[in-house]
């Protein structure tokens, strides 16, 4: 198990790298991998009979992965993405984004183009609809201008429409924006907005979890993008979206991360609001101004509903977490308290301390970070 994260991110991230790079490999793949293996390196060097024998992710993966160790191993990558100027985050980085640590299956690499910075958790999402109107427009202006004077990152996914409005107004404010693709960051997608990409990652960020050269095709990987977009912001606004939307997922993935999620209403005759209005029924906070959203925020002297020191797990992770919360825990007594094999406590165990919410200590002890 890695004990020592600082020093496992410089000997590793190529490999973090390299594995992020296979065809097929989303987060959830990945850290199945490394769970099974033991870490990013060990999975990329396992000969080839031996993976072949125990491999549980698919033999397409698989595939690819054999292909591509037999012309890099990360560090070409990570030369690409030098010499375009930008930076690459493992998830072992100390200067990979908190609010992106607690949640299920983390981007296990970032992409990035200007600074994510501490001051950007106080940050709010904006998504809608492409096809939005001038309600929509006005709305997004107002919101996004409002909340970005009040030091608020405003975070969307660089598409028409909404997104581009919200990134335009934080920044016509003064303020930074982070926005996040469903491609590679390379990849000047859409080709409309590559100046829009030039100006917020020269005052705030652009983010991609996708390999370098990756093309826009796979809706899956918009979905993945929604993920990051919610993950990182205290809380979620839609300001226009039809009743199937890539902004109620959005809004579903802040729900799953605990994260409050924001609607504007509108015209009930027109399906561009069909989407809030749907959210709001289900329990959506009604916003018609920025004010809304930061009364709901603790704005006047409470705190903010998100704290991200807080971790987010599940399963065996969060049990024993809960475990190590009560003071330093034996392997044995974790075990025994839990009743799972030594394997699983291993696993497990291994994935908080990736996380940063477990560490071990001598004598075989483990507590809670």
Excluded at 301 to 327: A, C, H, T, W
């Amino acid at each position: 198990m890695p004990h020592n994260k600082n020093s496992d991110s410089k000997s590793n991230r190529r490999f973090w790298v390299a594995l992020n790079q296979v065809e097929g490999m989303d987060p959830i793949i990945f850290y199945r991998l490394v769970e099974q293996y033991g870490s990013p390196e060990q999975v990329w060097a396992a000969p080839e009979k031996k993976l072949a024998s125990e491999w549980k992710a698919g033999p397409s993966v698989l595939k690819f992965l054999i292909d591509l160790r037999k012309r890099e191993d990360g560090s070409e990558e990570l030369n690409r993405a030098a010499d375009a100027g930008f930076r690459v985050l493992v998830f072992t980085d100390q200067d990979y984004p908190k609010p992106l640590r607690g949640i299920p299956a983390p981007p296990p690499v970032l992409y990035m183009r200007g600074e994510w910075l501490p001051e950007d958790e106080r940050s709010v999402a904006m998504v809608g609809t492409r096809e939005c109107n001038g309600y929509g427009r006005r709305i997004a202006t107002d919101i996004a201008r409002d909340m970005a004077s009040r030091k608020y990152t405003i975070v969307s996914g660089l598409a028409f429409g909404i997104d581009a409005e919200a990134h335009r107004s934080a920044l016509e404010a003064g303020g930074r924006t982070v926005a996040v693709k469903a491609v590679g960051l390379d990849n000047n997608y859409p080709a409309a907005h590559k100046e829009l990409s030039d100006e917020i990652a020269a005052s705030g960020a652009v983010i991609s979890e996708f390999p370098l050269k990756m093309k826009a095709g796979d809706k899956w990987n918009f979905h993945r993008r929604n993920r990051i977009i919610s993950s990182l912001s205290r809380g979620t606004l839609v300001v226009q979206a039809r009743k199937r939307s890539g902004s109620l997922i959005t809004a579903a993935h802040a729900v799953e991360q605990s994260r409050p999620v924001f609607a504007v209403p509108g015209d009930v005759l027109s399906p561009l609001t069909r989407g809030c209005h749907w959210l709001i029924r289900h329990g959506a906070h009604l916003v018609e101004s920025a004010a809304d959203i930061l009364e709901i925020f603790g704005e006047s002297g409470g705190q903010s509903e998100i704290d991200f020191n807080q971790p987010q797990l599940e399963g065996i992770q969060k049990e024993i977490f809960e475990v190590l919360r009560n003071g330093p825990t034996g392997f044995d007594e974790i075990c025994a308290r839990l009743g799972i094999t030594a394997q699983e406590a291993a696993s497990a165990l291994m994935m908080l301390e990736l996380k940063g919410n477990a560490r071990q200590l001598p004598g075989k002890l483990y507590e809670a970070l």
